[in-house]
Structure formats: C-alpha cells, structure tokens
C-alpha cells in the first residue's frame, strides 16, 4: 500500500462526501487472531479527532466483548 493509493482514494472520499470528514482504514484480511495488525488511514480530520472516534466507536462496538470489561 503507498500513499499515493491512499491520497487517490482520499481524494475520492472527498468528492464524494464534500461537507462530510471521514476516516480511511486500510489492513490486510486476517483471521481475527493476529496478534499484529498492519494498518494504514487516511482523513481529513485532526488527529486527536480521529482518535477520540476511534475510541467512541470500540467503545460502542466492544460494549459486551469481554476484552471490554478491562479498558476504561
């Protein structure tokens, strides 16, 4: 994955969402059980934005996981 694929796609979120900020997420399939994740983003938002829905959003999604019960 370069960047240059990343800034393409970006650029196609963009024109498709002109008024919207958005967060790409790019990795590899896997089987759920890899211990290391390979991941890539790109956005249009700040970064502490993107961290604070990142949080929002496993939070919300991890409610009943029990990896869940131990972060706060």
Known sequence: MTSETLNR?????HKELPDM???L????????ETAEVQANYVSN???QDVV??????????GINEEWMREAK
Do not use: E, H, Q
């Not at 796609?9 to 979120?13: C, E, L, Q």
């Not at 604070?52 to 999604?61: A, G, P, V």
């Open 45 to 47: 938002c700040n970064r």
């Open 25 to 32: 997420i790019v990795t590899p399939f896997g089987d759920g």
């Open 9 to 13: 796609a970006a650029a196609a979120a």
């Open 52 to 61: 604070k829905i990142l949080k929002t959003l496993l939070f919300r999604w």
């Open 21 to 23: 900020g958005f967060i």
